[in-house]
């Protein structure tokens, strides 16, 4: 049976011997390194990979506290109002817990494979005349009646279950790496990461956040939010850990994701390469330990590769035709 993020942290999670353990063998994701791009950036990078994870993004490990809270506390439903992986991890654990989930999505911003998930697990999908901001509040009117748990990442469980990534990265290196550098959309997970790091006390490395430069209408559709609503916080743990928000453009993301697929075998959303694209404008890195987290699977956007590479050539079943075409496609 695989581990679970509860199971494994349980003395270090706001649960008891009474909550219901709702899990999908979620966290305890590989760290894997990553030889082409350390030797092209001078230093020795790994890259945590939390696409990995159940649904397939690290909100999954925030997902199982906050779903298993909700049964706990005896909620019927959940709700949320998401573009994207939260959807598809909220649907996914709702229905292994046999609640109801009800998701509130902005028309047409959804990624094909985030939708599809929750789709697939029976989720009721709801599509709102209205604008995020209007979905958000209409969901946390419900919420407060009492019968529909939110968990949106203002959910406070889900920075809970997402700042056990810090825990791992210890376990596994034995102590923290020099720098982490990760995506930025809405600041809840460095946020949680900074719960983390302050829990472990033993120093903080240098962390990078990536934005977007153009924060609404990026490529990278998990970071596509133009308001953070963990700005402050967020902004506070960077600070602290003396690193920085690193701006990058649409085109350095997706060159970073190019170079990850190509030359690493990782293939993840264009978001969860971010990280990557800002390590190229941190001071200082020469011979550090960096660690990326890799936020979410290529799965999850497969529109980006359809726009980003070469359609297949049709060729027929022949040695020699195949022999040619393949060498003309070099
Ligand atoms: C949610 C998400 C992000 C952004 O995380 P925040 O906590 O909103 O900063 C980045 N990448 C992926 C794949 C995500 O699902």
Known sequence: MNTSVIERYRDRLPVSPATPVVSLGEGSTPLVSAPALSRQLGVELLLKLESMNPTASFK?????????????????????????????????????????AIILQPAGAV?????????????????????????????????????????????P??????????????????????????PYGGGGNTRALGLGLEELASGVPRIYAAQAAERAPTVASAIRIADPVHRDEAERVIARSEGSVVTVSDDEILEAWRAL????????????????????????????????????????????VEHDTEPPIQVDPDADAIASAAAQAE
């Not at 330990?289 to 497969?302: A, F, Q």
Request: glycine letters at 10%; hydrophobic letters at 45%; one cysteine or more.
């Open 261 to 304: 697929a190509r030359e690493e075998g990782i293939f993840c959303e264009p978001s969860s390469a971010a990280g990557i694209a800002a390590l190229r404008h941190v001071p200082d890195i020469a011979g550090r330990r960096v660690v990326c987290i890799v936020t979410g699977h290529g799965l999850k956007d497969p529109q980006v």
């Open 157 to 182: 469980y889900r920075l809970e279950g997402q700042k056990t990534v810090a825990f791992e990265l210890v376990d596994e290196l034995g102590e923290l790496p020099d720098l982490i550098c990760l």
């Open 60 to 100: 999954d490990r925030g997902m199982t506290v906050a779903v298993s809270k909700a049964l706990e506390e005896g909620a019927k439903a959940v709700i949320c109002a998401s573009t994207g992986n939260t959807a598809a991890s909220a649907a996914t654990y709702a229905a292994r817990a046999g609640l109801e």
């Open 111 to 155: 990624a094909l494979g985030k939708l599809a998930q929750a789709r697939a697990v029976g989720a009721t999908v709801l599509e709102i005349k209205g604008s995020f901001d209007e979905a958000l509040g209409a969901a946390r009117e419900l919420a407060a009646r009492g019968t529909h748990a939110l968990v949106n990442s203002l959910n």
